[in-house]
């Protein structure tokens, strides 16, 4: 009979511990630590067929083959770009994002242009039975012949049907679900997610068979289970949007075939998913023009410029302190621009609230934005409306210098193709291209020169 022990696991990141504490020494979470007892059957490293025991020599890194394997390219640009150009053969990706965002939606209609090209495609539920996501398939349309689907959760029996079916793709829905038997902790848990992830890369990488799993996020939104989870696949993706919009935004944070920070932009509709190839002209439909506190910045997401409209509304504080909200950007970054505002603009905003939102529901995280939420906020604080056809694009220093930005060209072409006339960028930035005909560039060197130009004074 197998020995066993105890161990209990941090549920956050994976740390393991002979006995209970309150808090985790390695991400200092509390009330985190569960028990799990833990076989030392000889065979808990068996399952997956012999892909285990295959050894391998060491190779001179002259002799091992760089040539590039030709990558699966499915019908979703968008998706195809978040990859870094399709799915690569041998590929373990993880998309995890909040529970009924579409990831299940993504998936199916991923593997149905997958099958479409006579290519067959395992998609395996462990949360849904066969009808559940045969009910699916046909509210979406799929009926491809090469689509195979299977409700299982035993690990031993989804290697299983891979080995004999030996598909060109497969998915597994989730990995929280997926158990094997060898462990004894509960599906779900940190041994059995790490197991399973493991026993699933050996079968990708030895068979050359792209496997895309699902994974559950926590409350804090962060994929569930060990951060090793994060590590050990190739890809992850976040899949990421409000109830309330019908947008859904596709993010890359870990490419080994691509680029990070990539993105791709969907809408939810009664097909399913359809890709958005103009994100800049559905995020700036709605932009009311004439109004204070309402800018446009050129944002670079990955590869991709976008113009996304930034709101600010500045108002007296009606308490002690004055508030600071922020949607959509680093909530850290506005009462840093204020500051900035404040001692080299001379606009006093200490005793006036500020709320700072990006429209249509998009996340910025790049510095490039600062020029256009400075002038939000004064416009706002000014009650001075810039002007429609204007875009600001520049990064703001503590001394309210106007930095250079990467990319220019392609952000100052994305604005000429939506039809804006003026572009107030750093002055660092002129030169070192030829603008587009119709299209005005302004350098400015410091914000306050920002300010005179977007707001005329």
Not at 67 to 83: A, H, P, W
Not at 119 to 148: C, F, P, W
Request: one cysteine or more; a negative charge; glycine letters at 8%.
């Amino acid at each position: 009979m197998a020995k066993s022990k105890v161990i209990f696991f941090c549920q956050e990141c994976g740390y393991e511990s002979p006995k209970w504490m309150g808090k985790c020494p390695a991400c200092h979470q509390w009330n985190t630590l569960v028990e799990e007892k833990v076989s030392k059957s000889a065979d808990r490293h068996q399952v997956g067929g012999d892909t285990t025991k295959q050894r391998k020599k060491p190779q001179s890194i002259k002799e091992v083959s760089s040539k590039e394997e030709s990558r699966l390219s499915t019908q979703m640009e968008e998706l195809n770009r978040v990859l870094g150009g399709g799915i690569v053969p041998g590929s373990l990706v993880l998309i995890g994002g909040d529970p009924g965002i579409g990831k299940s939606t993504l998936l199916l209609q991923l593997s149905s242009q997958v099958a479409n090209n006579h290519m067959n495609v395992l998609y395996i539920s462990g949360e849904e039975s066969e009808k559940q996501t045969k009910l699916r398939a046909n509210r979406l349309d799929v009926k491809e012949d090469h689509l195979y689907i299977m409700a299982e959760t035993n690990l031993e029996y989804v290697i299983d049907a891979i080995d004999q079916m030996n598909p060109s793709f497969v998915v597994i829905d989730s990995i929280q679900t997926i158990f094997n038997e060898a462990v004894t902790s509960a599906p779900g848990s940190v041994s059995q997610v790490r197991e399973c992830t493991s026993s699933l890369m050996k079968v990708a990488k030895s068979k050359g068979i792209p496997i895309f799993i699902v994974g559950h996020v926590t409350k804090e939104g962060a994929i569930a289970g060990p951060r090793l989870l994060e590590h050990m696949v190739d890809t992850v993706l976040y899949f990421e949007g409000e109830r309330h919009h019908t947008f859904r935004i596709l993010r890359s944070v870990k490419n080994r075939f691509g680029s990070t920070h990539e993105m791709g932009i969907f809408e939810m509709k009664e097909e399913g998913l359809v890709e958005v190839s103009n994100p800049s002209e559905i995020f700036l439909e709605e932009r009311s023009q004439g109004v204070a506190g309402s800018t446009v910045v050129a944002s670079l997401e990955g590869t991709r410029p976008m113009l996304v409209e930034i709101q600010a509304l500045i108002s007296p504080t009606q308490f002690g302190q004055s508030r600071r909200m922020a949607t959509g950007l680093d909530h850290n970054r506005v009462p840093l621009l204020m500051a900035v505002l404040e001692k080299r603009a001379g606009l006093l905003l200490q005793n006036q609230d500020a709320y700072v939102k990006v429209a249509g529901g998009v996340k910025l995280d790049e510095p490039a934005i600062d020029l256009g939420v400075s002038v939000s906020v004064a416009s706002s604080f000014r009650d001075q409306p810039t002007r429609p056809d204007d875009v600001f694009i520049g990064e703001v220093g503590l001394t309210g210098e106007v930095r250079r930005v990467a990319r220019i060209e392609q952000r100052v072409h994305e604005a000429h193709k939506l039809g804006f006339k003026r572009i107030i960028l750093p002055s660092n930035n002129l030169g070192s291209f030829t603008p587009p005909e119709g299209v005005e560039l302004i350098g400015v060197n410091s914000v306050q020169e920002a300010l005179k130009e977007g707001l005329g004074d």
